[in-house]
């Protein structure tokens, strides 16, 4: 069983740049969300995908938006960098609404400098 | 109020140790309750889920108490491997069409020989 992947694992940006952050997801889980986490903060949710569609966002600007593909993979992108938007991004996948957990990739650490 | 709080830690415990986690939330209409486990500069993994009746995976209980909106977990005869940032979590699935997990800031736990 193939888990959850993401590419790529670290990034370095500049302030001002757009950012393209992928995750496969586990094979058989249709729901994919992404989450933010900063330094010694627990995750914090930004979208969650179900069928190709965003079905529920967090408190995150317009400038992060997403796709998730009929494979169920996506992608998450991130316009007009700041400072603060240098954390471990983070892909989890799921079965419908994540009653039993969901699957955590291991991450991509985004630097904006 | 945060909608998961959990005891701010850091907890340094030597082996052999009992040491006991807590967490409340704030939405009585969540619907899912888990322990995740995060080393260093790793993902989050799915420690265990946590049920009303509570429940044990060899070493770790977890319990929930919907009344109080309270969950626990607790750690027996600690081990070294055990050190790592335990995260409180719920899925905000009531009352929304879709799963949102929602995590505490997370507390650090260190098992010293």
């Known amino acids: 069983e193939t888990g959850v992947t993401q590419s790529p694992t670290h990034l370095i940006k500049t302030r001002g740049q757009q950012v393209t952050l992928r995750c496969s997801s586990q094979?058989?889980?249709?729901?994919v969300s992404w989450y933010q986490q900063a330094l010694g903060q627990g995750p914090q949710f930004i979208f969650q995908?179900?069928?190709?569609?965003?079905?529920g966002r967090g408190n995150f600007p317009p400038r992060f938006s997403g796709l998730q593909f009929p494979n169920y993979s996506s992608e998450l992108n991130v316009n007009a960098l700041e400072l603060d938007d240098s954390a471990l991004y983070l892909c989890?996948?799921?079965?419908?609404?994540?009653?039993?957990?969901?699957?955590f990739g291991s991450g991509t650490r985004l630097t904006v400098v | 109020r945060k909608e998961v709080e959990q005891d701010p830690g850091p907890f340094n415990v030597p082996e052999g140790a009992t040491v006991a986690f807590n967490c409340t939330y704030s939405?009585?209409?969540?619907?899912?309750f888990f322990w995740y486990r995060q080393d260093c500069r790793k993902e989050p993994k799915l420690l265990m889920s946590?049920?009303?009746s509570g429940n044990e995976d060899g070493r770790f209980t977890a319990q929930l108490n919907r009344a109080s909106q309270y969950i626990s977990l607790l750690i027996r005869d600690s081990k070294l491997s055990d050190s790592a940032t335990y995260l409180c979590?719920?899925?905000?699935?009531?009352?929304?069409?879709?799963?949102?997990?929602?995590f505490g800031q997370g507390t650090i736990l260190t098992v010293h020989p």
């Open positions: 989890a996948s799921s079965t419908g609404q994540g009653t039993y957990g969901y699957t």
């Open positions: 094979s058989g889980h249709n729901t």
């Open positions: 995908y179900y069928r190709e569609e965003e079905n």
């Open positions: 939405n009585s209409a969540s619907q899912s």
């Open positions: 946590v049920y009303s």
């Open positions: 979590v719920v899925n905000n699935a009531g009352g929304t069409s879709y799963g949102k997990l929602t």
